[in-house]
């Protein structure tokens, strides 16, 4: 894919995660029921921008020759990045995703080439992985608005 169009559809997705998530107030995005887990937005954000940190490592290993694709727990990931992030406040984690994905398409801009490689990382972090999260939200924003929250889902 042609770096253009990975970054327009990155563009879009995290659009339109913005448009859900900014009308939210402190206490909705922090309301757990996202996931059963008991996964708020909060969460959610964290999760994304974990994704993209790691996607910017990813790019900078590639960029310097040193990438080595291999096996990857995601599940581990997702835990490890949830037990970290969970203690931040919802200001930290919006900072937090924020950051990561500007290093990353930075580092995805400065390639001089879009390999295979990070092809694959920029849109399993990014447009893959938004649109994976954003039928889920879109539902959960309407519950939360709505007040129609499914039974033990929320505190």
């Not at 887990?37 to 940190?53: F, N, Q, R, T, Y």
């Not at 910017?56 to 727990?73: K, P, S």
């Amino acid at each position: 894919m042609k770096l253009d169009d990975l970054l327009r559809e990155e563009d879009s997705g995290w659009t339109e995660f913005h448009r859900l998530l900014d009308p939210l107030s402190p206490t909705e995005a922090e309301t757990p029921g996202y996931f059963p887990e008991g996964w708020s937005v909060k969460d959610l954000i964290g999760h994304l921008g974990s994704w993209l940190a790691e996607a910017g490592i990813a790019l900078e290993r590639i960029a310097a020759g040193t990438y080595r694709a291999g096996e990857l727990d995601i599940d581990a990931k997702n835990d490890e990045f949830l037990e970290a992030l969970r203690p931040l406040t919802l200001r930290e984690t919006h900072a937090q995703a924020e950051a990561a994905r500007a290093h990353t398409l930075r580092t995805l801009r400065s390639l001089p080439e879009v390999s295979e490689d990070a092809a694959w990382w920029i849109e399993k972090a990014g447009p893959a992985h938004y649109a994976t999260h954003l039928p889920r939200l879109r539902e959960w924003v309407e519950e939360l608005r709505s007040g129609a929250f499914p039974a033990g889902d929320h505190v």
